[in-house]
């Protein structure tokens, strides 16, 4: 079966510096992968989706890869903010649509 | 634009009892899923519909779980009698289904369910 892993352990971060999650997935290559943020007590919201014929993507502050030879995603967030700070979700979805499957988030932490 | 509504918000039963959730996606989503999400954990699958046709409901515990969607627009998930294990908030999320756009999914704040 499909597995993802994401950083289990929360980041901490300093407020300017770059933050880089990394999210890794086995067995089979997905057709796309999206990164999500959730805060708490609150739904997940879309941040980026890049697809497997895509190396990187970008928007403002953020930016994802997708390496598909290392089967891992990263994403960036440049000059981070302590708004910043919530849980990350990596999903992917194998069959081109409606399929996602997600991590278990990664917390990261930006402090001023 | 008003975002996908989940009720209700929180829900404390005992165990054995029924409980009932309610979403209400983004106007014009023809696709609609509805997720469980244990503590620590991502969003897990439980059902996901095209309008009112329940297309993927392979991790939907089908024996004391169900969900309709009766006119393809809101849906109701259904539990009974609940677990203690069914602990959890239950997220909804709806998708548009255009080309280029069907993957973003637009969530709901969840309900949080607590089992005694």
């Known amino acids: 079966s499909q597995k993802i892993e994401q950083n289990s352990e929360a980041l901490n971060i300093q407020e300017g510096k770059t933050a880089t999650l990394t999210c890794n997935y086995t067995?089979?290559?997905?057709?796309?992968l999206q990164w999500y943020r959730q805060d708490p007590g609150r739904g997940p919201v879309f941040l980026l989706l890049?697809?497997?014929?895509?190396k990187e993507k970008r928007k403002e502050r953020l930016k994802v890869t997708f390496d598909t030879t290392l089967k891992q995603s990263l994403f960036h967030i440049t000059a981070s903010q302590p708004a910043d700070s919530a849980t990350y979700l990596c999903a992917l979805d194998y069959t081109g649509g409606f399929k996602t499957i997600f991590g278990a988030g990664t917390r990261l932490f930006v402090k001023a | 634009e008003a975002g996908v509504v989940q009720s209700p918000r929180y829900k404390i039963i005992e165990k054995k009892q029924p409980v009932a959730f309610w979403c209400n996606p983004i106007?014009?989503?023809?696709?609609l899923y509805w997720y469980r999400q244990n503590l620590g954990q991502g969003p897990e699958l439980l059902i996901r519909?095209?309008?009112?046709?329940?297309?993927?409901d392979s991790q939907l515990p089908k024996d004391r779980f169900s969900a309709e969607r009766l006119k393809g627009v809101d849906s109701t998930l259904k539990i009974q009698p609940a677990e203690l294990g069914d602990s959890a908030v239950y997220l909804c999320?709806?998708?548009?289904?255009?080309?280029?756009?069907?993957?973003?999914?637009?969530f709901g704040p969840g309900t949080r369910l607590l089992v005694l």
């Open positions: 106007s014009g989503h023809n696709t």
């Open positions: 999320a709806s998708s548009s289904g255009l080309a280029g756009e069907q993957e973003t999914q637009y």
């Open positions: 890049i697809r497997e014929n895509e």
């Open positions: 519909y095209e309008n009112e046709e329940a297309v993927d």
């Open positions: 067995n089979y290559s997905p057709a796309y």
